[in-house]
């Protein structure tokens, strides 16, 4: 199973929650793999310093240095994009065609996880939670917003 995580899920992460350390120890003992590397660009902005070591800590434990499918301006790592066709030009413009309720690295993060063939992706996002319907009918991965991350973890029996 693959999961991307949204940059608000890598934040979840930090909470301690039983859920979200029940999903960072699934990752390590590799029963689930986590996607998701070009959130770090937004977790390198975190103003508050201690709040920023911490998602680093996490993005350590769980992101090793590989291309993303679609570049993002002034991120360094951008000349390691992997280029796709007509079809993802398709499905970013009716991705950012679905409205205000996306930020503008929605359609980033829902394509990577697309590409990345994610059966997942995780996130905490109100405006992605209002659109699920919509994204489910573009992309692969399914939407699945923190609450209800039990959908997943449900499908690993308790050791």
């Not at 929650?17 to 590397?37: N, P, W």
């Not at 000349?79 to 009716?94: P, V």
Request: aromatic share 8%; charged share 30%; glycine share 4%.
């Amino acid at each position: 199973m693959k999961i991307f995580l949204d940059t608000s899920a890598v934040n979840w992460l930090t909470e301690e929650s039983k859920e979200a350390t029940t999903l960072l120890e699934l990752h390590r003992y590799e029963r689930i793999q986590l996607a998701g590397l070009e959130v770090a660009y937004e977790v390198r902005k975190t103003p508050d310093q201690a709040k920023k070591t911490r998602l680093e800590e996490i993005l350590e434990q769980i992101y090793p240095l590989a291309p993303t499918h679609f570049g993002r301006m002034g991120v360094a790592r951008a000349d390691l994009t992997i280029a796709h066709g007509d079809d993802a030009k398709i499905m970013w413009e009716q991705l950012k065609d679905l409205g205000s309720k996306l930020n503008r690295w929605d359609p980033t993060h829902l394509l990577n996880a697309h590409y990345e063939e994610c059966d997942y992706f995780l996130h905490r996002d109100k405006g992605l939670r209002s659109k699920v319907d919509e994204i489910e009918a573009i992309i692969a991965p399914k939407l699945v917003h923190t609450d209800d991350v039990e959908s997943i973890l449900s499908q690993f029996p308790a050791n």
